[in-house]
């Protein structure tokens, strides 16, 4: 099936998560099949046009105008290998998708904090989730996945080493990705969630947390979201009209309670949340947004935090969302098959998220210069020079010929190009 802009449900489909630029294709294929990937790109061969791939659209940075857009929302079944724990995930599977598969069997994806986000898109750009400290970047346990690439042709990447290199870590610059297999953990469980502390009362939260992420094992996975919360009913009423650092908490083991003492020693939260949670509720960590909305955002990674000082106040003329997640352990070890997820060597990531149409907050980075090693793209919503993007990587020339090499026209619309 093809739609075109005078279809019924062109403007439903087109449409993602993000609303600041969505797609404007000429024709949209909402796909269910590799088979229907094929007929799109070959249909986007034969008329010349450029291709974009949408299963959520969390990560849209500039819609297409015109072209192919491949709505992989349908394709979105999970299969699960409990003996040997692992799953294999198609095109359009988000996070919710693959939890629902593999709670039954008490195994856990290296989901995000997001579960409505796409598996496939947030996995290729690296994927830094709840349990990042004790196992690593998603993008270090893929272990096979099936492309097609430009030229029309169903590929197992895994078959050509460059080709898996690029694709883990890469992004979408290299082909449309119908399905991987990734390993899963024997995690049904973790002890987590939010305290969350009105920093008017406390303002010595984030560097409270910043000392605390010093000393904790790899077990433990965390960040923390300094933001203004709006004073309206859809708000839990105790957090309405505040300043609040929320921080987010994703602990493997059973020392959860003791190894957050030192956070509760603070003071009395305005909410609390954390506790023992089934895995497949682990969404509610961080418990983000769920309806769709325009923002931008920058990310710096960084190592240290000692410009915590100058993140804007409560008072600040706009709206900003701070995020920084703590990194090190597992994720600073690279895999047994080398990816392209760059700087390992961070110790923090830093992204200032603003909500609305305008440009992206960078005079909130510029303090933070001097610690700033590169930047993560899976969290970055603007666009951004080649230069910029080159930031993201450790070898970016050589991305940059491998674009070349699977995709010589140039005719993927990735969220970051190489």
């Known amino acids: 099936m093809m739609l075109t802009t005078t279809s019924t449900g062109y403007d439903e489909t087109r449409l993602g998560f993000q609303r600041r630029d969505p797609h404007r294709p000429a024709v949209i294929f909402p796909v269910t099949s590799t088979d229907e990937v094929q007929e799109a790109v070959r249909y986007a061969i034969g008329n010349d046009l450029r291709i974009a791939v949408q299963a959520a659209g969390h990560g849209v940075i500039e819609g297409i ?43 856990a994806p290296l989901s995000g904090s997001a579960p409505g986000v796409g ?14 400290r004790r196992f690593g970047y998603a993008a270090d346990h893929v272990r096979r996945i099936e492309v097609v690439t430009t030229d ?40 987590g ?3 969350y502390f009105d920093l008017v009362e ?23 979201a300094i933001l203004p919360i709006p004073d309206i009913p859809q708000v839990p009423a105790p957090l309405r009209g505040k300043y609040i650092g929320q921080i987010q908490l994703a602990i493997l083991g059973d020392r959860g309670a ?10 009395t939260p305005v909410l609390d949340t954390v506790g023992e949670l089934p895995y497949v509720d682990s969404g509610q960590v961080f418990a983000e947004p769920e309806r769709p909305d325009a923002y931008t955002s920058l990310n710096a990674l960084l190592t240290d935090l000692d410009a915590l000082k100058t993140l804007p106040g409560p008072d600040a003329p706009r709206m900003h969302v701070i995020g920084i997640r703590h990194l090190g352990g597992a994720l600073a070890r690279r895999p047994e098959i080398p990816n392209a997820v760059g700087h390992r060597e961070a110790a923090y990531s830093l992204t200032v998220l603003t909500p609305g149409t305008g440009v992206a907050a960078s005079d909130v980075l510029e ?7 590169g930047r993560a793209l899976n969290f970055t919503f603007a666009k951004l020079a080649p230069e910029e993007v080159a930031e993201a990587y450790d070898d970016y020339a050589r991305l940059v010929e491998l674009r070349r090499r699977y995709d010589p026209d140039r005719r993927l619309w990735a969220n970051h190009q190489l």
């Open 65 to 107: 105008d015109g072209g192919v857009l491949i709505a992989t929302a349908g394709f979105h079944g999970v299969t699960v290998d409990a003996a040997n724990r692992t799953a294999w995930i198609e095109a359009g599977a988000t996070w919710r998708d693959v939890l629902a598969a593999t709670a039954p069997y008490g195994l």
């Open 119 to 132: 598996a496939i898109s947030y996995t290729l750009g690296g994927g830094l989730g709840l349990m990042a």
């Open 152 to 191: 029309g042709v169903a590929r197992n990447a895994e078959d050509d080493p460059d080709l898996f290199w690029a694709l883990r870590g890469g992004g979408g610059n290299f082909g449309v990705v119908t399905g991987i297999e990734v390993d899963l953990f024997e995690v049904p469980t973790i002890f």
């Open 193 to 195: 969630g939010s305290l």
């Open 202 to 224: 406390y303002p010595e939260v984030p560097e409270v947390w910043r000392e605390w992420t010093r000393t904790v094992p790899e077990e433990v996975t965390s960040a923390i």
């Open 258 to 267: 003791e190894l957050i003492a030192p956070l509760k020693a603070i003071g």
């Open 367 to 373: 303090p933070w210069r001097e610690a700033t090693i």
